[in-house]
């Protein structure tokens, strides 16, 4: 394994980890109960998506925040993960602090 592939995969992990535990629960606990989601998709697919989409601690916010509004007096219908931020174009470049020659 190359290492940048390495350096992506520990850059993940949070996130790979948090949805396994997702994982878990869906496979485990959920079946469990009787299905009393309000809102499609469920709070754990939601969950899911959101870390995939925006990372390990903005997508445990999002999935945090779903499951708090998941109760008896939510309208409940349609809730999708909200899309990820676009970088900044300056993000991806290195040499923007460089000086522009004057003419």
Do not use: K, N
């Amino acid at each position: 394994m190359s290492g940048r592939r390495l350096l992506r995969l520990v850059r993940r992990l949070p996130v790979l980890t948090l949805i396994g535990l997702v994982r878990v629960y869906q496979v485990v606990f959920s079946p469990l109960t009787p299905p009393t989601c309000r809102y499609y998709p469920s709070c754990s697919s939601y969950a899911v998506t959101a870390l995939r989409r925006h990372g390990a601690v903005r997508g445990t916010w999002l999935a945090v925040r779903r499951v708090a509004r998941c109760h008896p007096w939510a309208p409940g219908g349609v809730d999708d993960v909200p899309p990820a931020r676009e970088r900044s174009p300056r993000a991806h470049t290195h040499h923007s602090h460089v000086a522009q020659p004057t003419h």
